[in-house]
């Protein structure tokens, strides 16, 4: 599966921006799908995941609230709604998918396949 990010950019403090994820190659129900955020100087960390039969869904606690993931199969897309942004959201963000089973939803390292990053970047 590809992976394509897109939907970042400059916005203020309390604002919204929806990410979007477009899977191409095979569809997003075969995958647990991930968003995951780099800030300059820190590791990749989780935010947002999906199951693969869109019934479950899990937060990092700094987003709990704020951001909502979200699929659209007909698109073959998952979406990542944030709402009331921070200056501590600013980052890089990348959808992930995985297919193993197993393990945490939040390592990176159970993630196959990266979408390229979008910039997201909150101003106070």
């Known amino acids: 599966v590809q992976l394509q990010a897109s939907g970042g950019g400059l916005v203020q403090a309390g604002g919204s921006l929806r990410l979007s994820c477009a899977a191409s190659?095979?569809?997003?129900?075969?995958?647990?799908m991930g968003w995951f955020r780099q800030a300059p100087g820190k590791e990749r960390e989780f935010v947002a995941a999906?199951?693969?039969?869109?019934?479950?869904?899990a937060y990092a606690d700094s987003v709990k609230g704020r951001f909502t993931i979200s699929r659209d199969i007909a698109k073959n897309t998952v979406n990542l709604q944030m709402n009331n942004l921070k200056p501590e959201d600013t980052a890089v963000y990348y959808c992930?998918?995985?297919?193993?089973?197993?393990?945490?939803?939040?390592?990176?390292?159970?993630?196959?396949?990266w979408g390229q990053g979008t910039l997201v970047t909150v101003s106070s």
């Open positions: 190659g095979r569809s997003v129900t075969a995958y647990c």
């Open positions: 999906i199951s693969r039969n869109g019934g479950n869904t």
């Open positions: 992930a998918a995985r297919q193993t089973y197993g393990g945490s939803y939040s390592l990176p390292a159970l993630y196959a396949y």
